[in-house]
């Protein structure tokens, strides 16, 4: 039997082993294909270099925060007009107006959208700080051991007791209900909140309370990689010389709650961005609304006839510039001599552009 376990465990690492090589030879890291996990045996499972149970929400931190956040707000058409309206403004032979007019609404605008923006990144970074720093029972050297869920490994095993949040997507092993069953509540995940019913294999439910028993279980799960579906999960658990198939009905996931269940023992399969809850939540997005692409589109056709109006003004200047311009020459352009209508009209149409920039609103962006 010993021998027989011996050879699965050299085959599963050359497995690993072969996986870790194809992304060497690739230069990158590639796309994960399957999980090998192995149970308390930190060791092992870091040659994968899965991901810890840290959770990060949050968008911004003290470093990229104005780069990033001056990014996203310069995707607004309105705050990428008057910053061009600035730049024309800074250009005495097209400015009409002082600089001061365009940069104090600019700078108001897009400072009172920071704050609010650094606010809500905020409270998502004293959010994270909350969730990574809950306490979890993790059975470490054969001993229950209080550890905060970022420290928490993939291949962990983890004692739940009544009314506790789930950690990490957990391979239910044993219960305190006959059978190896629990009741988890899945609110945060689908917003049902009946209470649903996972059940561990008769295999592994016979493990019980008995700390040594678990500590001594080395089970091996090869399972299908981190993905976002809710209700399916498909592996394999290697265990004294048997396979058993896992399904969804073995699996309890990250967001749901123990209930009506004293205790159980589960083994971390997935942890931190890898769960699923965390697949599903996706990257935090700069938010762009309804109202926002309305405005963005508002604002082009407004600017589409500030320009029609800016160009129509600049031909009736070159039109004047030839016809009777002449006379007042010296009057406008000083001691110069010739002065070329076209080139008038080009630099007039600039100056209409900046003279009528309140057609564009910029503050209905403030909201």
């Not at 930190?42 to 780069?67: C, G, M, V, W």
């Not at 996972?198 to 090869?222: K, P, Q, Y």
Request: aromatic letters at 10%; proline letters at 2%; glycine letters at 6%.
């Amino acid at each position: 039997m010993k021998a027989l376990s011996g050879k699965n465990l050299n085959r599963t690492f050359l497995e690993g082993r072969h996986e870790e090589d194809k992304e060497a030879e690739g230069g990158s890291e590639e796309e994960e294909v399957e999980r090998i996990v192995k149970a308390n045996d930190r060791e092992y499972n870091e040659k994968f270099q899965y991901a810890d149970n840290r959770i990060h929400t949050s968008k911004y931190n003290i470093l990229t925060f104005l780069p990033v956040n001056l990014f996203e707000q310069f995707q607004r058409v309105a705050n990428a007009y008057f910053l061009f309206l600035l730049i024309l403004q800074l250009i005495p032979e097209i400015s009409s107006l002082t600089w001061f007019t365009t940069i104090v609404p600019l700078v108001l605008v897009i400072t009172m959208t920071a704050v609010k923006d650094a606010t809500d990144d905020y409270f998502r970074h004293k959010s994270d700080n909350q969730v990574n720093n809950r306490q979890s029972e993790v059975l470490i050297d054969c001993k229950l051991q209080n550890e905060k869920w970022m420290n928490v490994k993939v291949g962990d095993i983890i004692k739940l007791e009544n009314n506790q949040f789930v950690a990490a997507d957990l391979l239910l092993l044993s219960s305190s209900e006959p059978h190896g069953l629990c009741y988890i509540e899945t609110a945060e995940l689908d917003g049902e909140t009946n209470l649903k019913v996972r059940h561990a294999l008769s295999v592994t439910s016979e493990l019980g309370a008995d700390i040594s028993r678990l500590a001594r279980f080395d089970g091996i799960v090869v399972c299908e990689a981190p993905n976002n579906k809710l209700d399916k999960f498909s592996g394999v658990l290697s265990w004294k010389d048997g396979k058993h198939n896992l399904d969804n009905q073995k699996i309890i996931l990250r967001g749901c709650v123990l209930r009506n269940t004293s205790w159980c023992f589960g083994m971390v399969i997935f942890a931190g961005p890898d769960t699923k809850l965390m697949q599903n939540s996706g990257k935090t997005m700069f938010k762009r609304t309804s109202i926002d692409r309305l405005m963005n589109t508002l604002v082009l056709w407004i600017f589409g006839f500030l320009v029609c109006l800016g160009i129509i003004l600049a031909i009736g200047n070159s039109i004047w510039e030839n016809e009777v311009g002449g006379q007042f020459r010296t009057f406008l352009f000083g001691n110069e001599e010739e002065k070329n209508a076209v080139f008038s009209g080009f630099l007039t149409f600039w100056s209409y552009i900046i003279i009528l920039n309140t057609v564009v609103p910029i503050s209905l962006y403030v909201r």
